[in-house]
């Protein structure tokens, strides 16, 4: 990767000792970065990607030296290692910081051959923009890997996945990507939490919960001035030992839908595998917000999701105009 072309730093960071990456360590790493780039984007809880051009001309050294030199520091200041992917954009250097692994760095060549060699054999969810809907719409028609849709004709990825995604998948698929690496603190993020009257061992009641955190992010989320959706939900359970458990997942689509953060909350509670806790509080956290006309939408067929999507708008409408509590939902109403 020379100095003069573009380079996209992707850095996945863990504790070298092994466990979550602490909040401290992980805007402690980011101040780092911001000492060697001004061209910062945060990606929480635990990886980030860097514009590091400058860099490369200001140090007079290649990616992998870069590379080094941060993860040395990383760990020296922080206990913090990182896998590093370096490529010419966002996505590439995000798909080679997952096949870095642990510890490693992996730098693509800018040869675009070579880059379309590399991400061939991925499947087709590797590709920004790709849910599992349109993998399954894809792979039904043979194109199950990204090789594949790099090498189908784009008039007819357009007509399976439509204009605007058709060609966007095509592009990425070629190892295009558009998206810049966007300088700023860690993204926005909104939350919200639900304290129980006492400790609350009933699993009824924490789904109960949960239900009304989504509904509440939700909304949040859908009537800020911008119209936001998120890319990650965080849940975590305070025990009355005053222990906190946390776990996160990255959605298949960004999203603002009520019913789609409900699943994701339910799948997060459940993988927590609670036997009779004494809950204290549980709380949502709505992270990697993008202004929701950015993100990409799965074309839905089902009627019933079309219907609850326009229900959710006339109920924001309703409730910022007489109040959050004028409409609930039948099972928290009663």
Known sequence: MSATGKAVMCLRLHPAGGGPLGAREYAGVLALLGGITPAVQALPPDAALADVRGALRYFGCDARRLAAVIRVRALALYGVDAAVGVAGNPMLARAAAREAGPGGTLVLPEDPAAVRDFMADKPVTALDGVGPKAARTLCSYGLDSVGRVAAAPPAALRRILGA????????????????????????????????????????????????????????????QEDGQVCRVLSLTVRCADRTTLTRTRTLAEPTAHSAALTATAYALYEGLG????????????????????????????????EKARRLEAVTDRVRTRFGQHVIALGTLAA
């Open 164 to 223: 605007r995604l058709g060609r966007e998948v095509h592009e990425r698929a070629l190892g295009i990507d558009r998206t810049p690496v966007r300088p700023g603190a860690a993204a926005r993020a909104v939350a919200a939490e639900r304290l129980f009257d006492r400790d609350e061992l009933d699993p009824v009641r924490h789904r109960r919960a949960l239900l009304s955190l989504t509904q509440e992010l939700g909304a949040k989320l859908r009537t």
């Open 274 to 305: 609670l036997q009779r806790a004494r809950v204290r509080a549980l709380s949502l956290r709505a992270e990697e917000l993008v202004p929701a006309e950015r993100a990409v939408r799965q074309l839905s067929f089902d009627p019933e999701d």
